[in-house]
T-cell receptor
């Protein structure tokens, strides 16, 4: 399996500020994915990050709100910008190892106050 | 109609029971099927990964896929209190570089 490290594991932030979440994978992967899991809900894909190109965002998510970087094949960041209480969620990065399946990090639990 | 339907439960069973968790889906183009276990305040942990129809067994876990009925199942034998978690089904159209579509998740409690 792929080992995925996410930082921070949790944070409490003031509304209007931004938080950058880091995701490190123990092997090179082509695509990394960022998901959001709102309280009591399932996972929703925010965007797909490909190294060397712009991220592809799902409907309802925009780059100005969730800018993503993918500087190399083992690392990505997701920034949650200009936060409001509605952004309080768990944010998860994942990688698709093709024949071994899709693996997730432990998530970043964000609370916006 | 949601693409993937999963009964959210909660489901409560005694220790040692066989647990059956199920998902139905509407798009016959789904080819890859996964089951995840998620403990509270943790990320999803991949339990089973299957392609197309058939069965796959791993220890106490068995995954079944019936593409003709658009129905997938996860069976847990000899259930343990440590199996108490939320179980999520997920599926994708292609392998690699494809987003997953998740079910709602079923909250399972195994009572000692």
């Amino acid at each position: 399996s792929a080992v995925i490290s996410q930082k921070p594991s949790r944070d409490i932030c003031q509304r209007g500020t931004s938080l950058t979440i880091q995701c490190q994978v123990d092997s090179q992967v082509t695509m990394m994915f960022w998901y959001r899991q709102q309280p009591g809900q399932s996972l929703t894909l925010i965007a797909t990050a490909n190294q060397g190109s712009e991220a592809t965002y799902e409907s309802g998510f925009v780059i100005d709100k969730f800018p993503i970087s993918r500087p190399n094949l083992t690392f990505s960041t997701l920034t949650v910008s200009n936060m409001s209480p509605e952004d309080s969620s768990i944010y998860l990065c994942s990688v698709d190892t093709r024949d071994r399946g899709v693996f997730f990090g432990q998530g970043t639990r964000l609370t916006v106050v | 109609q949601k693409e993937v339907e999963q009964d959210p439960g909660p489901l409560s069973v005694p220790e040692g029971a066989i647990v059956s968790l199920n998902c139905t889906y509407s798009n016959s183009a789904f080819q890859y099927f996964m089951w995840y276990r998620q403990y509270s305040r943790k990320g999803p942990e991949l339990l089973m990964y299957t392609y197309s129809s058939g069965n796959k067994e791993d220890g106490r876990f068995t995954a079944q896929v019936d593409k003709s009925s658009k129905y997938i199942s996860l069976f847990i034998r000899d259930s343990q209190p440590s199996d108490s978690a939320t179980y999520l089904c997920a599926m994708s159209f292609l392998q690699g570089a494809q987003k997953l579509v998740f079910g709602q998740g079923t909250r399972l409690t195994i009572n000692p």
